[in-house]
């Protein structure tokens, strides 16, 4: 899948969707690591691929929380 297919995906799903993609890409990390330490890795790119994933999702979530934030601030300050 191409990267724009990729974040065109991950922009489709829910808050709690890409919560649990988050948990995922970690733990999948966790198991690279593991790999690394113990020399059992074949594929060195896949670790930096999952560390892109997670920042794709991570600023998705953060760009989502900054959005729904923008209006609630906006209303307090309508009304003052």
Known sequence: MK???AR???AGKSAIEL???LEALLKEQFGLRMQVATQQIT???KL???RRGIARVRTLLTQRKAAA???AA???GARA
Do not use: C, F, G
Request: aromatic share 0%.
């Open 3 to 5: 990267r724009t297919e």
């Open 8 to 10: 065109k995906a991950l």
């Open 19 to 21: 919560q649990a993609e």
């Open 43 to 45: 594929n060195t790119a």
């Open 48 to 50: 930096k691929d999952v």
């Open 69 to 71: 934030a923008k209006p």
């Open 74 to 76: 906006a209303e307090r």
